[in-house]
């Protein structure tokens, strides 16, 4: 049953890979998959998943470079979630370097608010991992990120540390 699943929505994912509507979810399960190929239940599982759903590192790495966008500097809908995602598969790909960081940056330093945050906790946390990872974290007010989880502590404590381990 499962074979039958995954080999089903692998021929959807090709079929919309165009598909400007999907590219987000595209990514994310891309992501997903990468991450469970990673795990030790994907080396001992008998599983179908790398063989029904099998990217090559040049071929994801090629597709997640082609939804760069060089004028506004995020990626595929130009979201910080879809950008965070591209950064992460070629963090674990050891290819940040095919990356315009100083763009990369630049596009996410614009979004901080005021008070710190990139909107909510979750965004505020991806913004800073990327930025981070990108060597471009000084692009902040780090002053201001710190007041801001500080703010959010007793509501996102977990959170809290992530943002704060992310930026300093």
């Not at 990217?55 to 910080?80: I, P």
């Not at 763009?103 to 946390?125: D, L, S």
């Not at 002053?143 to 977990?158: D, R, S």
């Amino acid at each position: 049953m499962i074979e039958k699943y995954i080999l089903t929505f692998r021929s959807y994912i090709w079929m919309k890979i165009g598909d400007k509507m999907n590219r987000r979810i595209l990514l994310s399960i891309i992501l997903l998959i990468f991450l469970l190929n990673m795990t030790p239940f994907a080396a001992s599982s008998k599983q179908t998943i790398p063989v029904a759903f099998s990217f090559s590192k040049e071929k994801l790495k090629e597709f997640v470079l082609s939804r760069f966008d060089g004028n506004e500097g995020g990626f595929s809908d130009y979201t910080l979630q879809d950008t965070y995602e591209a950064i992460y598969i070629l963090y674990c790909f050891n290819s940040l370097n095919k990356v315009d960081a100083d763009k990369v940056g630049k596009w996410i330093a614009e979004m901080q608010g005021k008070g710190g945050e990139f909107g909510g906790p979750h965004e505020t946390y991806i913004a800073l991992w990327t930025l981070r990872e990108l060597n471009r974290i000084d692009l902040i007010n780090k002053t201001a990120v710190k007041e801001y989880a500080l703010k959010i502590f007793n509501e996102h404590p977990e959170t809290t540390v992530l943002i704060l381990r992310s930026c300093f």
